[in-house]
């Protein structure tokens, strides 16, 4: 790992957040002139189906660029959660830059659309983004350390719990509104019959399940500390060989 690569990936990152405010600026510049606002406004189809292949196609450059840049899976991982970090936090910033926007930290936003739109307080993905930072370098300091940082089975069925647990909050909301339509008015985003958003008309997002985000973020903190703790000891036991021989 290379102080350079860091370097580099930042200032990566940073464009993208910009690349993605920028567009999503001129989303707002001819959806919503007055201001972002729930119930969201109806795109055409043409414009969802763009919009819902842009955010995979984020996702696939964060993806390509953690790829690319490392040789080990693990470094590959902390690469990717770093790029996707940096990049939601100067989203934000950007948009507050450009737009003034969010009004406060618990403004609600839209957060993804894939497979179902999450929202949440813009709070929720700054927390998330600022903990996947902390993963990312504890596993990079110790790979300049020239320790394995392979994480164990338990350590996956953590993070993935707990990443489900989050997303489960940021669907919530949105799937208890859902729970009281008729299921001939659920629209698929992807259809090319609907506008994107024409089965939320009229949906405003009241309540954030918190209990439940910050369960999803205490067993992640929980795999982060259980993760610097083994690394720790391993490397422990391997300086007090070292020190005998």
Partial sequence: MKFKTIIWLTIFSIAMGFMESAVVIYLRELYYPD???????PLDPGIGLVEIFRE????IMLIGVGILSAKTTALRLSYFIFCFA???LFYYFFLFVFLGWPQSLFTWDILFLIPVPWVGPVLTPLIVSLTMILLSLSIMHFQRMGLDTRLKVKEWGLFSAGSFVIILSFIWDYWEYIRGKKLSEIVYPLSDQQNLFSNMVDYVPVDFNWPLFVAGETILLYAIIIF??????????????AFIY
Avoid: C, K, Q
């Fill in 228 to 241: 610097i703790r083994r690394i720790n000891h391993e490397y422990r036991e391997m300086d007090s060989i």
């Fill in 86 to 88: 940096i990049w939601d």
């Fill in 56 to 59: 995979a196609a984020t996702i």
């Fill in 35 to 41: 201001g972002f606002h729930f119930p969201l406004v």
